[in-house]
Nanobody, 122 residues
C-alpha cells in the first residue's frame, strides 16, 4: 500500500489543523494505521493509532484530549484532527500502516508515506 499525508501548514498556537492520509491499494481496510511525528533533532515518535475497523484508538499522552484519529475505509483515507495546537507540536507528521507488535514503535509498521510539515507559531 502507498500512503500520502497532506494537510500540514502554518498555524498559530491554539489553532487547529486536519491532516489526511490517502492510501492506494485494495487492502487499506485490513490495516491498522498510525500517525507519527518527528521534530528537528529528535527521533520519530508515536502520535496516534487506529485499528482496521476504527473501533479502537490510542494516543500519546502529549496529544490526548487534543488530537483525534479517524478513518474512512470507503475513501481509503485516515485523518488526524488536531486542536489546541502548541508550538511543541511542530514537526513533520507521517502516516504508517500495517503494524505488527507494539503500536508505539516505528519499526513495527510496514508502510510509510512521506510526511507533511506542521508548524505552530507562538
Amino acid at each position: 500500500v502507498q500512503l500520502q499525508a497532506s494537510g500540514g501548514g502554518l498555524v498559530q498556537a491554539g489553532g487547529s489543523l486536519t491532516l489526511s492520509c490517502a492510501a492506494s491499494g485494495r487492502s487499506f481496510s485490513n490495516y491498522a494505521l498510525g500517525w507519527f511525528r518527528q521534530a528537528p533533532g529528535k527521533e520519530r515518535e508515536f502520535v496516534a493509532y487506529i485499528n482496521w475497523y476504527g473501533s479502537n484508538t490510542d494516543y500519546a499522552d502529549s496529544v490526548k484530549g487534543r488530537f483525534t484519529i479517524s478513518r474512512d475505509n470507503a475513501k481509503n483515507t485516515m485523518y488526524l484532527q488536531m486542536n489546541s495546537l502548541k508550538p511543541e507540536d511542530t514537526a513533520v507528521y507521517y502516516c504508517a500502516a500495517s503494524v505488527s507488535g507494539l503500536i508505539y514503535q516505528t519499526s513495527n509498521y510496514r508502510y510509510w508515506g512521506p510526511g507533511t510539515q506542521v508548524t505552530v507559531s507562538s
